[in-house]
């Protein structure tokens, strides 16, 4: 693994260029996994690997790059998480990684309801500008969140 210059760190652009393809699905399966051990052909007939010797190939890239450890037992554990790449943009819910626009789109679309909901109740005619830059906020962060979770490795 390589280290960054001023600390003992791993090197996020080195992390970054080797952390793609099929050892990113491998990394991402075993994020997922709620124990984040998993083993040969777990990963093979979860990932649909044609052989299991793919799986050991990209978990030892991963091995190699500090991310998890091979344990005596033959299974891998996650050592490290690290956040690079499209990973930057995701965060943990339990065992779930979901994309970080989602809270902020759950809130603004809980928000633009709830002044819609006291608009009517109070028999008021909403703000033609409240409207339309709560819908446009709506629209913006909802696309966003869709297209990160399109754009997940697995």
């Not at 793919?54 to 490290?80: C, D, N, S």
């Not at 909403?126 to 962060?141: H, M, R």
Request: aromatic fraction near 14%.
């Amino acid at each position: 693994m390589r280290l960054s210059k001023s600390s003992q760190e791993p090197d996020l652009t080195f992390l970054e260029s080797a952390l793609k393809g099929k050892t990113l699905i491998v990394y991402w399966y075993l994020l997922r996994q709620p124990s984040h051990t998993v083993g040969i052909r777990e990963v093979q007939r979860a990932l649909k690997f044609s052989s299991p010797s793919i799986a050991v190939h990209h978990l030892e890239k991963l091995q190699e790059l500090g991310l998890v450890k091979k344990k005596a037992t033959g299974e891998y554990v996650l050592e490290g998480e690290v956040k690079v790449g499209i990973l930057r943009f995701f965060t943990r819910l339990g065992r779930f990684l979901v994309p970080r626009y989602l809270f902020y789109s759950v809130l603004f679309l809980t928000m633009f309801i709830a002044y819609l909901t006291l608009c009517a109740v109070n028999h008021l005619v909403p703000n033609f500008y409240a409207l339309v830059f709560g819908l446009a906020a709506n629209i913006i962060l909802w696309f966003e969140t869709f297209r990160l979770w399109r754009a997940r490795p697995l």
